[in-house]
Structures are given as structure tokens and as C-alpha cells.
Nanobody, 120 residues
Framework: QVQLVESGGGLVQAGGSLRLSCAAS??????MGWFRQAPGKEREFVAA????????NYADFVKGRFSISRDNAKNTVYLQMNSLKPEDTAVYYC???????????????WGQGTQVTVAS
């Protein structure tokens, strides 16, 4: 059974940092990533990387501020978020895909989400 368990969310002041973690289990994955959903808005892509080759992809609004990484030994993915803004407030979801899809936003598995709140 596939499980993606996020942690690390919380309340932070604008300009601060948080690191989200996603512990994955149940199978191997082609790629893992992060999405977020703010109240009243659609879920949006944040960042992703491929286990094979390590290529990364970021949404424009987080480039230079967020960084995705992984610990192969722990099968864990991280999202380091720096210079946080109030508009980054959202529930952040970890996601994983089994195989390559041409649609970079298509993922097969999802975590339960972790709340990130950035106070102004």
C-alpha cells in the first residue's frame, strides 16, 4: 500500500522559512513533487523531481525561494521554503507518480496535506 506522509507545516512570519518532509512507502516512484491549494483556489503545482536523473521542475512563483530535494536512503522528499510570503499560505500536498507522463502535473498518489500559514 502506497503511503505519502507529509510533515513540517506550521505558522511562520513573512520572510521566514519552513521545510516540509514527505516520507514515501509502498513502492518505488518515477517522480515526486509538491502541490498546494489555497482557500477558494485550485490546486497548483509547486515543484517536482525525477528519481531517475534527478531533473527538477519549479513553478515560476517559487523559483529562487523554494528548493526540492530528497534523501534516497530514507525515501523522503523535502521542500525547503525560504522568503515565505503571505500568498504562500496553503495546504501543501506531496505527490508521486509511477511512470513518466508528458503532463508534468499528472501524479498517481497523494498525501493528506500539511498546512502552511504565513503571517504578514
Amino acid at each position: 500500500q502506497v503511503q505519502l506522509v507529509e510533515s513540517g507545516g506550521g505558522l511562520v512570519q513573512a520572510g521566514g522559512s519552513l521545510r516540509l518532509s514527505c516520507a514515501a512507502s509502498g513502492r518505488t516512484f518515477y517522480s515526486m513533487g509538491w502541490f498546494r491549494q489555497a482557500p477558494g483556489k485550485e490546486r497548483e503545482f509547486v515543484a517536482a523531481f525525477s528519481w531517475s536523473g534527478g531533473a527538477t521542475n519549479y513553478a515560476d512563483f517559487v523559483k529562487g525561494r523554494f528548493s526540492i530535494s530528497r534523501d534516497n536512503a530514507k525515501n523522503t522528499v523535502y521542500l525547503q521554503m525560504n522568503s515565505l510570503k503571505p500568498e504562500d499560505t496553503a495546504v501543501y500536498y506531496c505527490a508521486a507518480r509511477k511512470i513518466y507522463y508528458s503532463d508534468y502535473k499528472r501524479f498517481d498518489y497523494w498525501g493528506q496535506g500539511t498546512q502552511v500559514t504565513v503571517a504578514s
